[in-house]
C-alpha cells in the first residue's frame, strides 16, 4: 500500500474555491471522486492524520498514488461535475452508487388532480416533469426552500387521503409549506398553477418571479405593511439562493473543447475541458515556456496545431465547436484544416456571453491555478532556493554562505502576555524542529527592542553554555574529533542527546526596522559573539535594515532574496501569534488550586471529579482528599496547607473565573 505522505500536495498548493479532486492508483485509475466547498479544507482532511479515517477512506488514501483537482465557480457545478466523472470513471470507492443508482431528481408530477413535488431515481415517469441531477443533500435542501414560495403538494398518497377524510391538513399545512388543496384551501386548478411555476422557475424563468416578488414587496412597503414585506424579502433571497446557472452542464447537443490560458512574461498554463453531449467527459492541461514574445492569439494557434495536429484526432472524436479565449489570427484556414481532420464543418469561436463563456471562465480559473500550483513547486526545488539564498548573501554584501537563517518576531496586546518566536531556516526550506518559544516578562516586556534584546540574548546564551557543556564532559566538537581519531567505529547503540538550540545561524532576521536590528546587534555584541550577521525587515516598504546604518537596502521587488526574506518573516509572526494566542487563552482561568505546588492539571480534575467543587476540597481532610485518583498523602497534605494558609493571609479562597466573561467555572 502506498504512503499517503508520498503524494500529498503542499497546503499552499491547493486552491480554496469549490472543486471535484479524483484519486489515482498506480496504474492511473480513477478510484475515487468527490466534491468540497474548499479543496484545500478537504483534501487537508484526508492526509492530516491518516490513521484516524474510517475504514473505507483509509484503505482509499492508501491505495491511490496521487491526487488532483478541478477548480469551478460554484458548488452546483462541482455538483454537476462530481456526477459527470462519477458515471464517467465509475470509480471503486465511491461505493454509494455500486447498485447502479444514478442521483435523485426533482420531479413534479403534472399527470396526477394535485401535483406533488418529490425526490425520484431511476426510470422515468410518463407525466412527470424532471428537474436535476442532484445530490441527496442538495435536492432536499432545494426542494425545502423551493416550498417556502411555491407551496405545492409534496405529501405521499396514504397522507392526502387521510387529509381528505378528517378535513385536517398535515404538519406542512400548517406551517405553510403546502396550500393544502386536500381541504379545500385553494382549488386543484389554482394548485395546478402553482405547480406550473414551480416548474417554470426550475426550468430556468427565474428572474419573473423575482420581479413579481419585487414588485410585490414595493407594494406592501407602500402600504406600510412591512411584516408582509418582510416575509417577500425573505422569499426572494430564498429564490435567489436556490437558483443557480449552471456553468459545467450545458445543452444535451454540445460538443465542444474549451481552451483557456492564464500567462506571464515567461509561462503560460493552458487548460481544456472536452464537452461531449453537453456534459464534461475530460479535462487536460500544460504549461509552456515562452521562449519569444508570443501574443495570446499565437499562443492559441500553436495550441490547437499540437491538440488536433500532433495527436492526430481521429474524425469520431473531433468536436463540432473550438472554443478559445482569443481569436487566431489564421482563423480561417486553421478553421478549414480542422475541418479536415473532422470531415465536417469545425468553428473557432471565441464565447461572449451565456454559458459557453461562463464556462471559458471556469476553464480560465483552472488555467491560473494551474500556474500558481507550477510556480509554487519550482519555487520548492534545489535551484530557486540556491538562486534565493545567493541573491539575499550578494545584496547583503555577506562573506559567508547563508546555510542556516533564524527569524526572530515579538507579539504582544498592549505590553501583555509578550512572547517571542525563532523560526529556522536551512537551505532554504523550514526546519520546524528547531522552532523556539520565549516568554518575555519583566522589565523586557516594557518594549519592542528591548523584549528583543532579551530573545537574543536567552537564545546565544544557552547556546553559549550548551557548547560549553559538551566540551567539559567530552562532547564538543574538539573532544569528539579527538575521539574519533583514536576509536573511528562510531557507537550507533545509543542515541545523540537532543540539543536546544543546535548550532548558531550565519544570518539573524529580525522583524522590524532600526531599533529591533540595534537591539539584536547589541546583544550579540554583549555575547562576544562576532561570525553572526543581523539583518531586519521593516513592513511598510519591505526595506531590509543592517545594524549602524542610517539607510536601509532596497531589494528588487521581484528578487527571489526578498521573497525569501519575506517567508520567513511572515512564518515567525504566525508563529508568535499562535503561541501569544496559547498563552493569553491560559491567562482567562485563574482557579483558587492553581498555586498548590505538585498539582497538575490532571490531578485537579481528579479532584473536581471527586468532590465537586473548589468548596468541598477545601473542607476534606487529608485522608479524604487521598481518596481521588494520583493524589496521595504529601500532595494531599499541601493542599490542606495550602487552603488553611490563604484563609490566614487573603480570607475564603476564590473560586475559579473565567476573567473575559466572569463566569465562575468552579463553585
Same mark, same amino acid.
Given at each position: ?377 519550482? @519555487? ?5 532556493? #540556491?538562486?534565493? +539564498?545567493?541573491?539575499? $548573501?550578494? /545584496?547583503?554584501?555577506? *562573506? !559567508? %554562505? ?65 557548547? @560549553? ?5 567530552? #562532547?564538543?566538537? +574538539?573532544?569528539?574529533? $579527538?575521539? /574519533?581519531?583514536?576509536? *573511528? !567505529? %562510531? ?177
Amino acid at each position: 500500500m502506498a504512503n499517503p505522505a508520498s503524494y500529498r500536495p503542499q497546503t499552499g498548493e491547493i486552491p480554496t474555491n469549490p472543486g471535484v479532486y479524483r484519486f489515482r492508483d498506480p496504474h492511473g485509475r480513477v478510484i475515487y471522486v468527490g466534491k468540497a466547498k474548499n479543496l484545500r479544507s478537504r483534501l487537508n482532511s484526508y492526509f492530516a492524520n491518516p490513521a484516524g479515517l474510517l475504514p473505507k477512506t483509509y484503505a482509499m488514501v492508501h491505495t491511490a498514488s496521487s491526487v488532483e483537482w478541478t477548480v469551478v465557480g460554484s458548488e452546483l457545478e462541482s455538483l454537476q461535475l462530481e456526477y459527470t466523472w462519477i458515471k464517467e470513471f465509475k470509480p471503486r470507492f465511491n461505493v454509494m452508487f455500486r447498485d447502479d443508482k444514478s442521483y435523485p431528481y426533482l420531479a413534479v408530477t403534472m399527470g396526477e388532480k394535485y401535483p406533488r413535488v418529490q425526490v425520484l431515481r431511476g426510470e422515468r415517469r410518463k407525466g412527470t416533469r424532471y428537474f436535476g441531477p442532484y445530490t441527496a443533500g442538495a435536492i432536499r435542501d432545494t426542494m425545502d426552500t423551493l416550498l417556502r414560495v411555491f407551496p405545492v403538494r409534496s405529501c405521499s398518497p396514504g397522507v392526502l387521503k387521510r387529509a381528505e377524510a378528517s378535513g385536517r391538513p398535515c404538519l406542512l399545512g400548517y406551517i405553510d409549506k403546502c396550500a393544502a388543496p386536500c381541504v379545500g384551501r385553494i382549488s386543484a386548478e389554482d394548485h395546478r398553477a402553482l405547480a406550473e411555476d414551480f416548474c417554470a422557475f426550475m426550468g430556468g424563468e427565474a428572474k419573473r418571479f423575482v420581479s413579481r416578488l419585487e414588485k410585490d414587496m414595493a407594494a406592501a412597503v407602500a402600504e406600510l405593511d412591512y411584516e408582509r414585506a418582510a416575509r417577500v424579502r425573505d422569499d426572494i433571497i430564498a429564490l435567489k439562493k436556490v437558483f443557480e446557472r449552471n456553468a459545467v452542464v450545458l445543452a444535451e447537443d454540445t460538443d465542444a473543447d474549451v481552451f483557456a490560458l492564464h500567462e506571464d512574461e515567461l509561462e503560460a498554463a493552458v487548460q481544456v475541458f472536452h464537452v461531449r453531449g453537453g456534459r464534461i467527459r475530460g479535462q487536460r492541461g500544460w504549461v509552456v515556456e515562452k521562449v519569444e514574445d508570443t501574443t495570446t492569439p499565437d499562443l492559441v494557434e500553436h495550441l490547437l496545431q499540437q491538440v488536433y495536429g500532433e495527436e492526430g484526432e481521429s474524425q469520431g472524436r473531433m468536436p463540432r465547436e473550438v472554443l478559445v479565449p482569443a481569436e487566431p489570427s489564421n482563423a480561417a484556414e486553421l478553421a478549414q484544416w480542422l475541418s479536415g481532420l473532422r470531415g465536417a464543418r469545425v468553428d473557432i469561436r471565441v464565447p461572449q456571453r451565456g454559458d459557453k463563456a461562463t464556462l471559458l471562465s471556469t476553464v480560465r480559473d483552472n488555467a491560473e491555478h494551474a500556474l500558481k500550483l507550477h510556480k509554487s513547486r519550482r @519555487a520548492g526545488d534545489l535551484t530557486m532556493r #540556491s538562486q534565493a +539564498l545567493q541573491e539575499l $548573501q550578494e /545584496a547583503l554584501d555577506l *562573506p !559567508v %554562505a547563508l546555510m542556516r537563517i533564524e527569524c526572530f518576531d515579538i507579539s504582544h496586546i498592549q505590553g501583555t502576555n509578550v512572547v517571542g518566536s525563532m523560526v529556522v531556516v536551512e537551505d532554504g526550506l523550514p526546519k520546524k524542529s528547531d522552532y523556539r518559544k520565549f516568554s518575555v516578562t519583566g522589565a523586557a516586556a516594557n518594549d519592542d527592542t528591548a523584549a528583543m534584546h532579551d530573545v537574543l540574548t536567552r537564545r546565544f546564551r544557552n547556546y553559549l553554555q550548551e557548547q @560549553a557543556d559538551k566540551t567539559a564532559d567530552g #562532547s564538543g566538537p +574538539l573532544a569528539v574529533a $579527538q575521539a /574519533a581519531a583514536v576509536a *573511528p !567505529v %562510531a557507537d550507533t547503540t545509543t542515541p545523540a542527546p537532543k540539543t536546544k538550540f543546535a548550532y548558531p545561524p550565519n544570518l539573524v532576521v529580525v522583524d522590524g526596522g532600526k531599533p529591533q536590528v540595534n537591539a539584536a546587534a547589541k546583544a550579540l555584541e554583549e555575547l562576544g559573539i562576532e561570525d553572526v550577521y543581523v539583518v531586519g525587515l521593516a513592513k511598510r516598504l519591505e526595506e531590509v535594515w543592517l545594524p549602524d546604518s542610517d539607510f536601509p537596502v532596497i531589494l528588487p521587488r521581484a528578487s527571489a532574496g526578498l521573497y525569501l526574506l519575506q517567508r520567513i518573516r511572515d512564518e515567525a509572526h504566525r508563529f508568535a501569534i499562535s503561541f501569544h494566542r496559547q498563552k493569553r487563552g491560559k491567562a482567562m482561568t485563574v482557579s483558587a488550586l492553581d498555586g498548590v505546588p505538585g498539582l497538575g492539571d490532571s490531578k485537579r480534575k481528579a479532584l473536581l471529579n471527586q468532590f465537586g467543587s473548589v468548596k468541598s476540597i477545601k473542607a476534606a481532610t487529608v485522608e479524604e482528599l487521598t481518596a481521588a485518583k494520583g493524589v496521595g498523602p504529601a500532595l494531599a497534605g499541601a493542599i490542606v496547607r495550602h487552603f488553611n494558609a490563604a484563609e490566614d493571609t487573603e480570607g475564603p479562597a476564590a473560586p475559579a473565573v473565567n476573567m473575559t466573561t466572569g463566569e465562575i467555572l468552579e463553585t
